[in-house]
């Protein structure tokens, strides 16, 4: 995989690496804030990552080493593909383990394991306003993110709390960023919501259809919104992964057959394989369950 | 030297590689205010542009971003021609009009809030301002905090703009609108984004 000379560096010309890199720089110094950024057409359509792609490719340098998860799971066509990607133009080296990575790119997920300050998470992002679906038209919600106009946010979730008793929003759940600009996480569960809050590392966002980058700088308050009496909760699980037995992380329900057999797995992929080699098990690992016939 | 030469020599060798290991320690020094991000000499501007500054315009500026230079380096020819040569920047007229503003002696500069602040609906378009210091480490303590800090971080540059501490302050309360700095030290640079907030020190 040397022959890299066909394209620049990490594929997109120096320019637009020049035009995003800027975009960066203001995410970072204006927490939360959508910046406007000229998208290019990517090798793969929009949906698969582009934002999250360019991003990473404007950032990365030769010793970076990468890993790309979607929905928690290094082993997914997305994943895999990116991962290939960036490892053709930019012949950089890829892991699967969160710890070793410098660069994270994920779709919707945040691994389990803690973050450290020299990472860097690159979020693919569909829809970076959150404020889209209560105000379709960008001069609109443009001007409510000026004047600090929320009010529509808390009246969708109050609506879900009168409809539904409870605040019914699992994913891209509205987060405030060092109190003043209201963002979309990305279609990340709730769950991993306070994993952003206050994190050492650096979190970028990309929307390549949309042409937005934003950014939440190591350290910064990220508070999910919420009222004092139905305050901010994430799901729980009420029982452990069955493959590594690990509680408190975000599972999968996978279907085994179609007799309505089921079971949850930990979505991080690999969180899960890790605890399974320090001798973890949950109760339909290989080793735990009677050896087939 | 002729400026035709002087305007040639000392951009970037590898101007891919060098470019992206400049925006990293840009990106990180602006992540983590106040953290000092060490960088080789990578770019040879003439004097009195220094090596820092002239990588970080090297890095970040091109054709989409007009540029404005104080007084000492609009005199200097030769460095308005190696920008213009490496990064094909057109000139500001006024320091309002500029993305990015290259000062080398930012003791005798022109107020902050002179330079594009952005507007309500888009802060973003400010200028970023690139002051030439010659250390990070003795000058007045600043006392920092904000986003991208723990608790609190130190850094000391010299040289800094008359009443910066009150200039600073006035820059926190137009958040989000103002303007972001890039200390560009020999060897070393280190960040202000506009959300760093100074805390007075007790004398």
């Known amino acids: 995989m040397t022959d890299i000379a066909t394209y620049n560096f990490a594929y997109l010309d120096e320019q637009t690496k020049r035009m995003i890199r800027r975009a960066i720089l203001k995410g970072i110094a204006i927490p939360g804030y959508q910046v406007p950024f000229a998208s290019r057409e990517m090798p793969m359509p929009y949906g698969w990552g582009t934002g999250g792609v360019q991003v990473t490719a404007s950032i990365i340098g030769p010793d970076d080493v990468?890993?790309?998860?979607?929905?928690?799971?290094?082993?997914?066509?997305?994943?895999?593909?990116?991962?290939?990607?960036?490892?053709?133009?930019?012949?950089?080296?890829?892991?699967?383990?969160?710890?070793?990575?410098?660069?994270?790119?994920?779709?919707?997920?945040?691994?389990?394991?803690?973050?450290?300050a020299g990472q860097v998470l690159v979020f693919q992002v569909p829809i970076p306003e959150p404020l889209r679906f209560l105000e379709p038209r960008e001069t609109e919600t443009r001007k409510m993110h000026a004047l600090e106009e929320y009010g529509l946010m808390h009246v969708k979730l109050y609506e879900d709390i009168a409809r539904h008793g409870r605040i019914a929003t699992t994913y891209a759940y509205p987060v405030k960023v060092e109190g003043r600009y209201v963002m979309d996480p990305s279609p990340t569960p709730k769950f991993d919501n306070?994993?952003?809050?206050?994190?050492p590392a650096l979190q970028l966002f990309g929307a390549g259809r949309e042409k937005r980058i934003y950014a939440v700088p190591p350290f910064t308050d990220v508070v999910s919104l919420d009222f004092e009496d139905h305050p901010f909760e994430v799901q729980t699980f009420d029982q452990p992964c069955a493959l590594c037995g690990a509680e408190n992380v975000y599972l999968?329900?996978?279907?085994?057959?179609?007799?309505?057999?089921?079971?949850?797995?930990?979505s991080d992929t690999d969180h899960c394989e890790k605890r399974r080699e320090e001798g973890h098990r949950g109760h339909l690992s290989p080793e735990t369950m009677e050896p087939a016939e | 030297m002729d400026i035709a030469t002087q305007s040639i020599d000392g951009g970037f060798a590898?101007?891919?590689?060098?470019?992206?290991?400049?925006?990293?320690?840009?990106?990180?020094?602006?992540?983590?205010?106040?953290t000092v991000q060490t960088l080789q000499q990578l770019a040879h501007p003439p004097?009195?542009?220094?090596?820092?500054?002239?990588?970080?315009?090297?890095?970040?500026?091109d054709n989409d971003t007009p540029l404005w230079l104080d007084s000492p380096l609009q005199a200097e020819a030769s460095v308005k021609a190696w920008l213009g040569f490496h990064t094909g920047a057109p000139l500001a007229n006024t320091p309002a009009d500029a993305h990015f503003a290259l000062i080398a002696k930012p003791a005798e500069m022109v107020a902050l809030d002179g330079f594009s602040q952005g507007t309500q609906e888009y802060p973003d378009r400010s200028t970023t301002l690139i002051l030439l210091t010659s250390d990070l480490g003795s000058g007045p303590t600043l006392l920092l905090e904000g986003p991208g800090i723990e608790k609190t971080s130190m850094i000391a540059p010299t040289g800094m703009p008359r009443h910066f501490v009150e200039q600073w302050k006035q820059n926190n309360?137009?958040?989000?609108?103002?303007v972001d700095i890039i200390l560009a030290a020999p060897g070393q640079l280190a960040c202000l984004p506009r959300t760093t907030r100074i805390k007075t020190m007790e004398a």
Do not use: W, Y
């Open chain 1, 252 to 266: 999968d329900e996978v279907i085994l057959d179609d007799h309505g057999g089921h079971m949850f797995v930990c």
């Open chain 2, 47 to 61: 004097a009195p542009l220094s090596a820092t500054a002239g990588a970080v315009a090297l890095a970040l500026c």
């Open chain 1, 194 to 199: 306070p994993k952003m809050h206050r994190s």
């Open chain 2, 173 to 178: 309360q137009r958040f989000p609108r103002g």
């Open chain 2, 14 to 34: 590898e101007p891919v590689f060098n470019a992206q290991v400049v925006f990293r320690a840009i990106m990180d020094a602006m992540a983590r205010p106040g």
């Open chain 1, 66 to 116: 990468l890993k790309v998860i979607d929905q928690g799971a290094d082993d997914t066509t997305n994943a895999v593909s990116i991962r290939a990607f960036f490892k053709k133009v930019a012949n950089v080296a890829v892991t699967t383990e969160t710890a070793k990575a410098t660069i994270i790119q994920t779709r919707h997920r945040i691994p389990e394991q803690p973050l450290t």
